[in-house]
């Protein structure tokens, strides 16, 4: 052990020091400690789950006195307080990281089982009332609607950013910036409320439901997202290249097809996966405009559709007679969820990565 | 382009500059209408519910407001909850991210918060009620009886764990994925030569960070207190699973009696509605519309108004 000089002298420069590593034996024997605890309740209760998020969680917390303490005999009080926030802030991380966890590991649990089901992927929920069926009709209803609004927004999107980075200038420009900001937040379930009100203004039906309409709704959440994201990408486009091209005699608008758009589609690319992502698990909307149903329905604009994360949230909210096999499908479709669009970033990361223009710096 | 300067050599306008800059222009446009069209349409179809006259709306109201009031109420207390646990929780993951963690794996830590996003929110609703909500309520049988003499402890404490605690706890894991992105990157703006100053006057890693990193951060935290507040205002299907609703005005957080939310009434009552109940809802998703832009705009204009120095958004 290192001397503690602490008394003898107050200056915290030359105060002892604790040995390198101390920070991870504390941490690994509060975590040992608070496990021991919770076996030995285990053992009193007689249940023998293991509660390992328990254990972290604790055992994180008796780290952060622990290491105070320590630190705060051999080393002073101002080394003692920088321990403690380190030790603290790691805390913050295991605490954001544990929700993500045990939401993972549940879906995957609980959903597995149901998508390695054949049945899952070719069968409608038409007259299923217990075990079986699938979620057909979910999956094409997503793969419509998202198609649709991606064809909507990606145009608008693009030709936005376009206009703001190489036309825009002057208070409009700043105007439609600071619009799109502002529409990143709009809430989803107003952007249903909204695509509700035209269609039933247009139609004059109000029962009102169809997949285009899920698709406008679904468009007003992904086009600032579009027009962010390509923003970005245009700006990142070497100026030098333009002018080349201006140099050359070539006209703006060609200049932009030929050589900014050609330069920047990587990661144009990569955005709009991102937004696909970002919309393709959108509930809030779906509910009011699409509504659900539990049959097959490849029309697009007539009547309602079925899509996963609406799937999900029936499967949930109108459980039938036989409740496990309901939820089980809910925790199925969760899971398809969330791989479609893990899928999705991972082909934006892998799109950015190894087809984005290799530039000088 | 062109300019009437005498001497300057003037380019002819070409037919396809034109129609490419119009159209570009036009697309520019249609994010200007559509936001007013959101509201117009809003507004139009919430008319009804305005005027009506008392006895009409639903729950037997006098009138939209008293209606609408303890939604209002509910979305607020609610996100509130939320940036409670979120704001402190994203500062330290964020600082943890840029400041902390060694150089090579702190990027593979942004990606896995960022997974937090990836994460629809049905499936965070699920994941509530099915994980969280269980876990939590043996927490809350023994707040509320050892500290049941705190006012937000009382009343009677619900048996499934669907209370607005936990909403508010499944909207903060909710809204960590954009608040830490943007702290992170207003973090990594503080100038290099600051912390290194502060470093070599001998101040430990904490108190570079509390006089170098965090002051020059605050306005920054604070936009980034302002969209995660944007987005727990707005979402809906978390807490349309999670809360057990009730249309009361309470600071209970502990009871199945709660506040529910303007987005969360939206979600369980529209696919029942008609006639004039669909109109108050649509009041209502306006009245959400509106506390939002408000929201949105305050925060994008002070992460603007210091865009020269931080790289958020």
Same mark, same amino acid.
């Given at each position: 052990?290192t001397?503690t000089?602490?008394s003898?002298l107050?200056?915290?420069?030359?105060a002892?020091?604790?040995p390198?590593?101390?920070?991870?034996i504390?941490?690994?024997?509060?975590?040992?400690?608070?496990?021991?605890?919770?076996?030995l309740v285990?053992?009193?209760?007689?249940?023998n789950?293991?509660?390992?998020?328990?254990?972290?969680?604790?055992?994180?917390?008796l780290?952060?006195i622990?290491?105070?303490?320590l630190?705060?005999?051999?080393e002073g009080s101002?080394?003692?307080?920088?321990?403690?926030?380190?030790?603290?802030?790691?805390t913050?991380?295991?605490?954001?990281?544990l929700?993500?966890?045990?939401?993972?590991?549940?879906?995957?649990?609980n959903?597995l089982?149901?998508?390695?089901k054949?049945?899952?992927?070719?069968?409608?929920?038409?007259?299923?009332?217990?075990p079986?069926?699938?979620?057909?009709?979910?999956?094409?209803?997503?793969?419509?609607?998202?198609?649709?609004?991606?064809i909507?927004?990606v145009?608008?999107g693009?030709l936005?950013?376009i206009?703001l980075v190489?036309?825009?200038?002057?208070?409009l420009?700043?105007?439609?910036t600071?619009?799109v900001d502002?529409m990143?937040?709009?809430?989803?379930i107003?952007?249903g409320?909204?695509?509700?009100?035209?269609?039933?203004?247009v139609?004059?039906?109000p029962?009102?439901?169809?997949?285009?309409?899920?698709s406008?709704?679904l468009?007003v959440i992904?086009?600032?997202?579009?027009?962010?994201s390509?923003?970005?990408?245009l700006?990142?486009?070497?100026?030098?290249?333009?002018?080349?091209?201006?140099?050359?005699?070539?006209p703006?608008?060609?200049?932009?097809?030929?050589?900014?758009?050609?330069?920047?589609?990587a990661?144009?690319?990569t955005g709009v996966?991102?937004a696909?992502?970002?919309?393709i698990?959108?509930?809030a909307?779906?509910?009011?405009?699409t509504?659900?149903?539990?049959s097959?329905n490849?029309?697009l604009?007539?009547?309602q559709?079925?899509t996963?994360?609406?799937?999900?949230?029936?499967?949930?909210?109108?459980?039938?007679p036989?409740a496990a096999?309901?939820?089980?499908?809910?925790?199925a479709?969760a899971l398809?969820?969330?791989?479609?669009?893990?899928v999705?970033?991972?082909?934006a990361?892998?799109?950015?990565?190894?087809?984005?223009?290799?530039s000088g710096? | 382009?062109?300019t009437?300067?005498?001497?300057i050599?003037? %380019?002819?306008v070409?037919?396809?500059?034109r129609?490419?800059?119009?159209?570009?222009l036009?697309?520019?446009?249609?994010?200007l209408?559509?936001?007013?069209?959101?509201?117009i349409?809003?507004?139009?179809?919430?008319?009804?519910?305005l005027? /009506?006259?008392?006895?009409?709306?639903?729950h037997?109201?006098?009138?939209?407001?008293?209606?609408?009031?303890p939604?209002?109420?509910?979305?607020?207390? /609610?996100a509130?909850?939320a940036?409670l646990?979120?704001?402190?929780?994203s500062?330290?993951v964020a600082l943890?991210?840029?400041?902390?963690a060694p150089r090579?794996?702190?990027?593979?830590?942004?990606?896995?918060?960022?997974?937090l996003?990836a994460?629809?929110?049905?499936?965070?609703?699920?994941?509530?009620?099915?994980?969280?909500?269980?876990t939590?309520?043996?927490?809350?049988?023994?707040?509320?009886?050892n500290l049941?003499?705190?006012?937000?402890?009382?009343?009677q404490?619900?048996? %499934?764990?669907r209370?607005i605690?936990?909403?508010?706890?499944?909207?903060?894991?909710?809204?960590l994925?954009?608040? %830490? /992105?943007v702290?992170r990157?207003i973090?990594l703006? %503080?100038?290099?030569?600051y912390?290194?100053?502060a470093?070599?006057?001998g101040a430990?890693?904490?108190?570079?960070?509390?006089?170098a990193v965090?002051?020059?951060a605050?306005?920054?935290?604070?936009?980034? /207190?302002?969209?995660?507040?944007?987005?727990?205002?707005?979402?809906t299907l978390?807490v349309?699973?999670?809360?057990?609703p009730a249309?009361v005005?309470?600071?209970?957080?502990l009871?199945s009696?709660?506040?529910?939310t303007?987005?969360g009434n939206?979600?369980?009552q529209f696919?029942?509605?008609?006639?004039?109940?669909v109109?108050t809802l649509?009041?209502?998703g306006?009245?959400l519309?509106?506390?939002?832009?408000i929201?949105?705009a305050?925060?994008?204009?002070?992460?603007n108004?210091?865009?020269?120095?931080?790289?958020?958004?």
């Open positions: 052990m001397a000089v602490t003898a107050p200056n915290s420069l030359t002892g020091k604790l390198r590593g101390t920070a991870w504390v941490l690994a024997s509060s975590w040992l400690l608070i496990g021991i605890v919770f076996w285990n053992l009193a209760d007689g249940s789950e293991f509660n390992l998020v328990g254990t972290v969680f604790f055992g994180t917390v780290f952060d622990a290491i105070y303490v630190s705060w005999l051999v101002r080394r003692a307080k920088d321990r403690l926030v380190t030790a603290l802030i790691a913050t991380f295991v605490v954001a990281v929700p993500l966890v045990s939401l993972i590991d549940t879906v995957v649990i959903g089982p149901g998508i390695l054949p049945s899952f992927f070719t069968e409608s929920m038409r007259n299923v009332l217990g079986g069926g699938g979620a057909l009709h979910a999956v094409i209803g997503t793969l419509e609607i998202t198609m649709a609004a991606t909507i927004s145009p608008i693009l936005t950013s206009y190489e036309y825009g200038t002057g208070a420009a700043r105007t439609i600071f619009m502002v990143t937040g709009i809430p989803s107003v952007a409320l909204f695509a509700y009100a035209l269609f039933v203004l139609t004059g039906d029962g009102y439901r169809s997949g285009f309409g899920g406008v709704a468009s992904m086009i600032p997202v579009v027009v962010r390509s923003e970005e990408i700006k990142l486009v070497p100026n030098e290249l333009r002018e080349a091209s201006f140099a050359l005699g070539v703006k608008w060609l200049t932009i097809l030929k050589v900014v758009l050609p330069t920047a589609i990661g144009i690319t996966t991102l696909i992502a970002r919309v698990g959108e509930t909307p779906l509910l009011l405009i509504g659900f149903t539990s097959v490849y029309n604009f007539g009547d559709m079925m996963l994360p609406m799937f999900i949230y029936t499967q949930y909210a109108n459980q039938g036989a096999d309901f939820l089980n499908r809910a925790w479709s398809t969820l969330i791989l479609i669009v893990m999705l970033n991972l082909i990361r892998l799109v950015a990565k190894y087809f984005s223009p290799k710096r | 382009m062109s009437d300067k005498i001497g050599i003037r %380019t002819k070409r037919a396809g500059d129609v490419f800059s119009t159209s570009t036009l697309a520019g446009s249609v994010i209408v559509v936001l007013a069209a959101v509201a349409f809003l507004f139009v179809q919430s008319m009804p519910a005027v /009506a006259p008392p006895g009409t709306l639903p037997g109201a006098p009138s939209f407001w008293s209606y609408v009031f939604f209002v109420f509910g979305t607020v207390w /609610a509130a909850i940036l646990f979120a704001i402190p929780i500062i330290g943890f991210i840029s400041h902390y090579r794996i702190a990027q593979l830590l942004g990606y896995i918060v960022d997974l996003a994460v629809p929110s049905v499936v965070f609703g699920l994941w509530g009620i099915g994980v969280l909500a269980p939590l309520q043996p927490l809350y049988k023994w707040l509320n009886l049941g003499w705190i006012p937000f402890f009382g009343g404490v619900s048996g %499934t764990g209370t605690l936990t909403v508010g706890i499944v909207l903060a894991v909710m809204v994925p954009i608040m %830490t /992105a702290c990157e973090f703006q %503080t100038p290099r030569l912390e290194e100053a470093l070599a006057l430990t890693r904490w108190e570079m960070i509390r006089i965090l002051p020059f605050r306005p920054g935290i604070i936009s980034a /207190a302002m969209l995660g507040l944007g987005r727990a205002l707005g979402e978390a349309a699973m999670v809360l057990s249309a005005v309470t600071f209970f957080l009871t009696r709660n506040p529910n303007i987005a939206i979600a369980l696919p029942e509605a008609s006639g004039i109940g109109n649509i009041a209502s306006l009245v519309f509106v506390i939002t832009f929201v949105n305050i925060a994008r204009f002070a992460v108004r210091r865009k020269e120095f931080s790289g958020a958004n």
